[in-house]
C-alpha cells in the first residue's frame, strides 16, 4: 500500500497559479499517479495522470492547455501545475497511485489516496 501526502493548495485569484506536489512512500516503474478534484455535490474528476516509468501523461478536457502534470522520480513526487485558474477549478484534489491501469482517468482504477488539499478560486 503506497501513501501519499499532498501538498501545495490554498486560495488563489481567478487567472493566477498553483502548484500541488503529491509526496509518495514508493514510486514503482509500473505505477500511475494521478490528480482527482471533487467540488461540494460532484463526482470525483480525473484532472491529470502520469505513469511513473514513460512518463505519458493524461489531462481532462476542462484543464487540457492549463494544467501540467511532471514526476521527480528522485524525490517520489508529482507535482500538478495549475495556471489560468477558473472558479470552476475549486475542489478538493486528490493524488492517487495504482497499477496495471486501462483508465487513467477513472478514479476506480485507482488502489491508493491521500487525504487530500483545498484549492480555493475566487
Known amino acids: 500500500h503506497v501513501q501519499l501526502v499532498e501538498s501545495g493548495g490554498g486560495s488563489v485569484q481567478a487567472g493566477g497559479s498553483l502548484r500541488l506536489s503529491c509526496a509518495a512512500s514508493?514510486?514503482?516503474?509500473?505505477?500511475?499517479m494521478g490528480w482527482f478534484r471533487q467540488a461540494p455535490g460532484k463526482e470525483r474528476e480525473g484532472v491529470a495522470a502520469i505513469f511513473t516509468g514513460d512518463g505519458s501523461t493524461y489531462y481532462g478536457d476542462s484543464v487540457k492547455g492549463r494544467f501540467a502534470i511532471s514526476r521527480d522520480i528522485a524525490r517520489n513526487t508529482v507535482h500538478l501545475g495549475m495556471n489560468s485558474l477558473k472558479v470552476e477549478d475549486a475542489a478538493m484534489y486528490y493524488c492517487a497511485a495504482g497499477l496495471l491501469l486501462m483508465r487513467p482517468l477513472d478514479p476506480s482504477e485507482y488502489q491508493c489516496w491521500g487525504q487530500g488539499t483545498q484549492v480555493t478560486v475566487s
Open positions: 514508493v514510486v514503482t516503474w509500473r505505477m500511475c
